[in-house]
């Protein structure tokens, strides 16, 4: 669908006359609204829309003209039963003027017609549009500028719960880039991945806790070397003999220490606190300290070795 009839289509619904959610036993006027819509060189008209709208009590009558909100009027005259007025219509992309009638069918109905001419969206246009309304009943109008600020602030509440939420996971893309939902909250973000990040060189035990956040990518977006701090991680699990931590971050630590604390030693012969940290990065032998196992015997030179040993001794016996 082309923009100006988009925007043709807008002005098939009253600006002043909102739709909400209204009670029957409310103190302001419900009314049903019917309005059609025609322009020149269209080869039919738009479908009439009907809509429901709650207007507040005594409200004047140039509230029943459905005009869009960039349009202002600029001459009226009211008659026991009739309003005739002109109007103009101007933003970036429009500029068309207009005049219309309404007629009042008492207290509960009215109808009326008014015509366009101009441009709409950038394109020529000739607009005619026609619309009754009848009173249905009682309401309660609600203010669309509140229900406007309602909104504003229960999407404020979700975005402000979603950046708590991409904080704690380190999300850097919610936070960093002109689109970002989260930009505003740039330097708390930066805060909260430095805290992670002195957690991560102080305590092997915080790995587990943050092993899924992108700390190095939120460290890098807030402009700090991260390297440093893998560094200190990698020297504390080191120092704790934390064998599980270097062989899962540390591969060149790892090593390292496999080398220096465990291999060409038994697990009773290394230092009692490096057992755990070998047992984790293997190296260890567990057959060095066993003693070599005797052959086994041959029955058969089992038997000629005491026959010959008795023999011996019995030679020295006789002594012959």
Not at 205 to 228: I, L, S, T, V
Not at 231 to 240: D, E, I, T, W, Y
Not at 299 to 319: M, R, T, V, Y
């Amino acid at each position: 669908m082309k923009p100006i009839l988009l925007a043709a289509l807008a002005l098939s619904l009253p600006l002043a006359l909102p739709l909400s959610a209204v009670a029957a036993d409310g103190p302001d006027d419900l009314w049903e609204i019917t309005m059609k819509m025609e322009m020149a060189g269209m080869p039919m008209s738009m479908p009439a829309q009907t809509n429901t709208v709650c207007t507040p009590k005594g409200s004047p009558d140039d509230r029943m003209v459905p005009m869009d909100k960039s349009c202002k009027l600029i001459e009226q005259k009211r008659t026991a039963s009739r309003l005739t007025f002109r109007y103009t219509c101007k933003d970036e992309r429009s500029i068309y003027t207009g005049s219309g009638e309404m007629e009042f069918l008492g207290k509960d109905a009215y109808k009326g017609k008014m015509h366009a001419v101009g441009m709409m969206e950038g394109e020529q246009v000739d607009m005619t549009n026609t619309w009754s309304g009848k009173r249905l009943g009682n309401c309660t109008y609600e203010d669309p500028a509140k229900k406007v600020e309602q909104y504003r602030a229960a999407s404020n509440a979700q975005i402000a719960k979603a950046c708590d939420e991409a904080m704690d996971a380190l999300a850097t893309q919610l936070f960093f880039g002109d689109s970002a939902i989260c930009k505003e909250r740039k330097a708390e973000f930066c805060a909260r991945a430095g805290k992670i990040a002195d957690d991560l060189q102080h305590d092997p035990a915080a790995f587990k806790r943050h092993a899924q956040k992108d700390w190095r990518g939120a460290m890098k977006a807030c402009g700090k070397d991260p390297e440093p701090v893998m560094a200190k991680a990698c020297g504390a699990a080191l120092a704790k003999r934390d064998g599980d931590f270097l062989k899962d971050y540390c591969p060149a630590e790892a090593v390292a220490a496999r080398k220096q604390f465990c291999l060409g030693r038994t697990y009773t012969s290394v230092e009692a606190s490096a057992r755990e940290l070998c047992s984790a990065l293997g190296g260890l032998s567990y057959t060095a300290d066993a003693p070599a196992a005797a052959p086994a015997a041959d029955p058969k030179s089992s038997i000629g070795d005491k026959l010959k040993d008795g023999a011996s001794k019995l030679k020295k016996f006789l002594k012959f």
